[in-house]
């Protein structure tokens, strides 16, 4: 439906640089294809939350997180599979451009998951466009990754002590001690093994709810503690110019 | 994109192409100009785009019309082919039952009546047709009533053409609209009023009554044309433009349409029964769907300035953009908020996308399409239309103890994610009285399974910050904790050796053992000294536990670790067991439950009738009517056994084709190898029958392929075949086995069928046992005048208290018998087709009491005489 608007070169904006095959082979892949790459995600954002919202385009077969090549944890994009044709054009259709934890998400065809896309392809392990990135995106780690080993050599030209400001704490924090700044409003349990991202703050209220404090514990010592950015600074709005995945820019 | 094309493409809107105008004279003089001037070299180009144009963009007919008008005064030819193949689309969509052709192919014949393009009596041709047609129809003699929904249907495409050219028929044939209206009426007379209880949105007092006086889609279009008529067809929201053309479109040559012709209705069942007549019926109203049901939810006094027939024309004009700009936001938002009439519509807007939402048995589009255009229109209208959603949603909570389940449960999915794409601001403090209901009444219900979905899609802090203006709402967030593990070896707790088992799993695991390992330890050390019931508690939990991180990791477990899973549950009565450690594990948290029970059946390691079983046991039968929670377990069982049997059709269906190809391939090189073969060929100068030999020989192995092919492709329909016979036997033990379980559960629970004869009067009994009612006001403040269950606004020493009367069994019922509702009316296909042995074992049991009966009957959309 909807033939008439509907740009037909639409579908052949993107070209994937790893594709293996013939611009034909691609724009076939992407018409045949049951999965959608969901991109400018929080790092946050769980699989369980991508689950409630494209679930509600059909049955899910898989979803895969996009990782940073080098801390493993969630780096702002994933896939998602579904069994149906109909199910993914959908997920397409509507849920592009809407919102998940308050980011506008981006649903686009993708030609098909393989071991090894689920890796960032920036140099420093995450998505490409978080590597240049100029503004201050807190659910994204905060500055792009050029930008902060900037900041970071001036850090270290300039002592600021541990405190003074509170605006620039050591970009290296470790996760799951309470030492360092306590989020007010933002979240940074940027931790893919836990469940659900939780703040600081929710362990300190975890004293009044007994349910899962055994739980968490146990999942903390589990695993090694990880470094992580520490979102403080003030948001600077979002930006989905640059572009995931080798992918040209949409217009 | 050509500039004609943009130009037809854009045609009376606001844009680009047409600069500052938006005057329609301006417009259709534009396009006219580009468009005469290609149709010497590219009229084939035209010609198709233009007929495109006409079908996606059925809000801009009259333009379109009056176009083609003036095309019509200088090439009279590329008109007739313009008339003509209008005329073949229009007679294969009848012959297809292809509805939006039908009906706008009909406005678009109206239009160019209006133009001068269509003889006016052709058109009443065509209307006499489709009129003679339907009066066969519903003839219980000569035709087949049945399938009055075709008739109804052709009926309303001639009626919904009249706000287009009504005013031009009277004018030209007088007599003839006369005619065609004395027939409608006079079909009207014949026909059945149609009583579709099943599918309404709300439970309202003294239901039967009302549907029964109230009017059905086609006599209320047929109020509003009357109405139309008797106001000398003047309609505002049509758009004339051939009027401002109307001098020089008189000089042009009237085309004829040809005759048409509608199909014959299938036959009356020879034996005409209850149960053959209610299935043709069906399947006539599958096929010609009711386009919307009205949803009110606003005051009258919002659409007062509204003609009846405006109201019609605008639900059309919007209808028809959903329709064809699915998957164009843009475009969609855009036409749905400047379509071409005098008036503001905001609310007519609002409830029409609402009423799509919630149309039963099914949207047109999945309900999250109206999330995103309801979205949209709150951006593209910041000062009108979110105030309008808001009202929208009010109105509906209001009312929401009497909205159907399905539609509720709908409400909530689009409310939640709806709020998501606004920061989750939303005035909670209006609704914090529901702490003070019952934990049944629906309100209550509602605002909980609200936050529930809002954590799913956000976060348990963010939620909680979002109903800081109501800090008692807090009490209605789901818990917050994560899973609950029996064996957890972190806690201060008792130890023992199911711990120690579990933790040798856990290092097994880790240590990426086999599953065959897994299976025989559990064989050999696990089983022989525990015993079953205590390995299989064991097992699940720390294998959930392995995979509770995510939604991958309990993929990854389930794939690796699936085969343990099975040896140690491997019939019904330990499934059932597999289901509960699942529930008990993810207690806190729905949607892990509903995920990894719904893997677990992807994975063949449950069964659905394991699943419904359990869904009927004790621990979840109480919370039917406080939780949302049961009942998504067993939508989703129904959805997947739903979605696998739909699979296994299409491909079959698409194996069916493959055959066709492959017995064209054998035939083409059989006869290629034939006549190769019949040829004669000299051979050392003696002739011989055949062709060279090595082409022989190739040809031959063509042919042998292509003989293994098409008996290969057999073999996999055969098999598929097999299988979906296979699976429809097992949906019909699933079915039984669900009404069964519904059946004797609420004949269980509810009053005996001689005291409760409609849910009006469940509603009605007055809850003696008000140990739940945790309500101060005295009894006497509240049975005034609660015939209806909505909460009520009583003045209580001068403050305002609300109140839920319905108790608490009662309303476990009314839930009940709404879910019954809502599961046969989504599946009802699938139903109709067990329905003789349904009724045998169920339905027409004496148990079955008719309060269930009527439910299920209501949704199936089957006629309660037989009852």
Known sequence: MASLFKDPSKLSVYRDRRFQGTQDEFEHALLSSTTVYVGNMSFYTTEEQVYELFSRAGEIKKIIMGLDKNSKTPCGFCFVLYYSREDTEDAVKFISGTILDDRPIRVDFDWGFQDGRQWGRGRSGGQVRDEYRTDYDPGRGGYGKLVQKELEAQRQLVDYGTDSLGSMPPVMSQHGNHGGSHGHGYRHGRDYHHRKRHRDDDRHAHESSKRNSDFESRRNSNHESRPEKNPRFRESGDSDEEDDDDRKQRH | ???????????????????????????????????????????????????????????????????????????????????????????????????????????????????????????????????????????????????????????????????????????????????????????????????????????????????????????????????????????????????????????????????????????????????????????????????????????????????????????????????????????????????????????????????????????????????????????????????????????????????????????????????????????????????????????????????????????????????????????????????????????????????????????????????????????????????????????????????????????????????????????????????????????????????????????????????????????NIEQYHTSDRPWEILRNALCKTYNRISDLRKEISSLKKDIVAAEEAVAKTQDELNAAESKLALVDGEPVMGENPVRVKRLKSYAEKAKEQEESIRDSLEAKEALLARALEENETLYLSLYKSFSSILTERLPVASSVQTLQDLKSINPTDTNAMDLEEEPAAMDMDNEDSRPEKSQVNGGTEHAYTVGENEQWCLTTLGYVKAFSRQYASEIWPHIEKLDAEVLLSEDAHPLFRKAVYSSLRRSMDSI
């Not at chain 2, 929208?392 to 009497?402: H, S």
């Not at chain 2, 509602?446 to 963010?462: A, G, I």
């Not at chain 2, 390992?517 to 939990?541: A, C, M, R, Y």
């Open chain 2, 1 to 619: 994109m050509s500039s004609w094309k943009s130009l037809l493409l854009r045609i009376g809107d606001k844009s680009p192409e047409y600069g500052t105008s938006s005057d329609f004279k301006d417009h259709i003089e534009t396009c006219f100009g580009a468009i005469r001037r290609e149709l010497d070299h590219y009229g084939d180009e035209v010609l198709p785009f233009l007929l495109q144009c006409v079908e996606q963009l059925p809000h801009k007919t009259p333009l379109y019309g009056t176009l083609i008008g003036l095309i019509n005064l200088e090439n009279e030819d590329f008109v007739k082919k313009i008339v003509d193949q209008t005329h073949k689309s229009f007679q294969d969509a009848l012959n297809t039952g292809n509805c939006h052709r039908i009906r706008i192919l009909l406005r678009f014949l109206t239009t160019l009546m209006s133009s001068k393009v269509l003889l006016s009596t052709s058109l009443v041709v065509v209307f006499e047709t489709l009129l003679s047609s339907a009066a066969t129809t519903v003839d219980e003699e000569k035709g087949n009533p049945a399938w009055q929904a075709r008739a109804d249907f052709y009926i309303s495409c001639i009626l919904s053409c009249f706000p287009w050219g009504g005013a031009e028929l009277v004018e030209q044939v007088p007599e003839e609209l006369e005619r065609v209206m004395v027939g409608v009426e006079a079909y009207l007379s014949i026909r059945r009023h149609t009583v579709d209880t099943g599918l309404s949105f709300f439970e309202d007092a003294g239901e039967v009554e009302k549907t029964l006086n109230e009017k059905d889609f086609l006599e209320d279009l047929w109020g509003r044309i009357q109405a139309l008529s008797s106001d000398g067809w003047k309609v505002d929201s049509v758009p004339r433009p051939h009027l401002l053309f109307e001098a020089q479109l008189v000089a042009g040559k009237s085309h004829e349409f040809g005759s048409i012709s509608c199909p014959e209705q299938p036959d009356s069942p020879s034996t005409p029964s209850g149960i053959t007549y209610g299935k043709q019926k069906y399947d006539a109203e599958l096929s010609y769907p009711q386009r919307i049901r009205r949803l009110n939810i606003f005051p009258s006094s919002k659409f007062e300035d509204l003609q009846p027939i405006d109201r019609f024309v605008v639900e059309e004009y919007l209808l028809d953009v959903l329709l064809f700009f699915n998957g164009c936001r843009k475009e969609c938002a855009s036409f749905m908020v400047g379509l071409p009439v005098p008036f503001r519509y905001e609310y007519l807007m609002a409830e029409t996308i609402f009423s799509q939402l919630l149309m039963l048995p099914q949207p047109p589009f999945k309900p999250i399409y109206y999330t995103l255009v309801i979205i949209d229109l709150c951006k593209a209208l910041p000062g009108a239309f979110p105030a309008v959603v808001a009202g929208a949603v009010r109105a509906l909570f209001e009312k929401i103890a009497d909205l159907d389940m399905e539609c509720r449960i709908r409400l909530i999915l689009w409310f939640s994610h709806h709020l998501s794409n606004f920061q989750f601001i939303w005035p909670w403090e209006e609704w914090a009285y529901v702490l003070e209901l019952p934990k049944w009444a629906p309100q209550r219900v509602f605002v909980k399974e609200v936050l529930d979905r809002e954590v799913r899609l956000s976060y348990w802090d963010k939620i909680k910050q979002s109903v800081e203006n109501a800090p008692g709402l807090e009490e209605l967030l789901p818990p917050k904790g994560g899973p609950n593990f029996k064996f957890s070896t972190e806690d201060d707790g008792e130890k023992n050796e199911q711990h120690a088992l579990s933790a040798e799993l856990y290092n097994m695991v880790k240590g990426r053992a086999a599953a065959r390992e897994v299976i025989s330890w559990l064989n050999e050390t696990v089983i022989p000294k525990h015993g079953f019931d205590v390995s299989l508690v064991v097992i699940v939990q720390t294998l959930l536990d392995i995979g509770s991180k995510s939604f991958t990791h309990l993929i990854t477990v389930l794939e690796r670790y699936g085969q343990v899973i099975s040896r140690i549950c491997p019939d019904q009565d330990k499934q059932v067991l597999l289901i509960s450690e699942v529930s008990s594990y993810w207690k806190n948290n729905t949607q892990m439950t509903a995920i990894a029970i719904d893997r677990m059946m992807g994975y063949r390691l449950i069964s659905n009738l394991a699943i419904i079983r359990w869904i009927f046991s004790p621990e």
